[in-house]
């Protein structure tokens, strides 16, 4: 099945619903200062929650299927964390933190694992968008 989403607008400005193809439903929302009613995370927080979401399963998928005690993951991200950065860059921060019992070999392991997510690898590549107006 396709990766699909559909984004609708609401009677609320700037409250957006989100669906897939499996039915499942989300929404956005801005912040009050950016005149949204602040009732769901805004895009760029859903866009970081795709790479928590990723990385924290990639991590559970790569240690459970290795037998390595994985206890728990977080994962921490901020975009431009140091400021509006330079035309055309950005930067996301990813602090991963790992509970369990695994060798310093593992841990390294880990984080390889984490850096090989699907979404971690969508993201740093070269991605094109295509976009097409209806009326």
């Not at 928590?52 to 901020?78: F, P, R, S, W």
């Amino acid at each position: 099945m396709a990766n699909t989403v559909q984004a609708q607008s609401t009677s609320t400005p700037y409250r957006v619903t989100l669906t897939d193809s499996s039915g499942h439903q989300w929404f956005a929302d801005e912040p009050t200062d950016k005149g949204g009613q602040d009732t769901a995370p805004n895009p760029v927080q859903l866009l970081l929650s795709a790479l928590g979401a990723c990385t924290t399963i990639t991590l559970e998928m790569y240690a459970n299927h290795k037998g390595i005690k994985l206890e728990h993951v977080q994962v921490d991200l901020a975009l431009n964390p140091n400021g509006d950065p330079e035309a055309g860059t950005n930067n996301i921060e990813r602090k991963i933190t790992l509970k369990g019992e695994f060798t310093e070999d593992q841990h390294k392991r880990l984080l390889k694992v984490a850096e090989s997510c699907p979404i971690h690898k969508l993201l740093t590549s070269n991605i094109s968008i295509q976009t097409e107006l209806n009326i």
